[in-house]
């Protein structure tokens, strides 16, 4: 039976084989010396692992930082939503000509209406305006009404003219206090590191 020969794999005369032989050998002795090389270098030294230890070390506090919240900033976001639903509820009163008022509960705030008998109703009809109860661990701290005195019922009234009583609601988390006041004329304000 005859071989085929396989083109371009075998040499034409005995020189040609001889270098590349010689070829084969020199390369075979220089992947022999890598090997032997890489089997003593197999692992890591220790400034590696150390690198790469302080480098999970920085990502883990930056993910865990960035995962809990900031009391002072959970205090505030909660001062700013209170302003912005007096301030709507203020719009809201003027808008409709009905007086709407803002009142505490046992664990938060609600808006009330005017019903035709001249009392104070729960606002029922508008999700915006619906009863809220505050985040865990914030606080009413104090409802003041200069206007009313101290032992005044603690009930803001929103009247249709645009014109309110002044008022100072502190909210409070831990020992961080925020107030939420207006003037009687104007938007309720956020002033923060109240003490």
Do not use: C
């Not at 509820?89 to 005017?114: C, K, M, P, V």
């Not at 409802?143 to 003219?161: H, K």
């Amino acid at each position: 039976m005859a071989r085929r020969a396989v083109k371009g794999s075998m040499p034409t005369s005995i020189t040609k084989h001889a270098r590349i032989t010689e070829d084969a050998r020199l390369a075979s002795g220089a992947s022999s010396r890598v090997l032997r090389r890489a089997r003593k270098s197999f692992g890591f030294t220790l400034l590696e692992i150390l690198v790469v230890l302080i480098i999970l070390a920085v990502l883990i506090s930056a993910v865990s930082v960035n995962l809990t919240t900031d009391s002072r900033q959970a205090l505030r976001e909660e001062a700013v939503r209170l302003a912005a639903l007096i301030t709507q509820a203020h719009d809201e009163a003027i808008t409709t000509g009905r007086s709407l008022a803002w009142q505490t509960t046992d664990n938060g705030y609600r808006f009330l209406q005017r019903a035709p008998d001249r009392s104070w109703q729960p606002v029922a009809d508008d999700p915006t305006l619906r009863a809220r109860a505050l985040p865990a661990g914030v606080s009413l701290a104090g409802v003041e009404l200069p206007m009313r005195g101290a032992a005044a019922e603690p009930l803001i009234m929103l009247s249709p003219t645009g014109i309110h009583d002044p008022f100072r609601i502190t909210l409070a988390l831990g020992n961080l206090r925020v107030r939420v006041s207006s003037d009687g004329a104007n938007a309720p304000i956020v002033e923060d590191s109240v003490q």
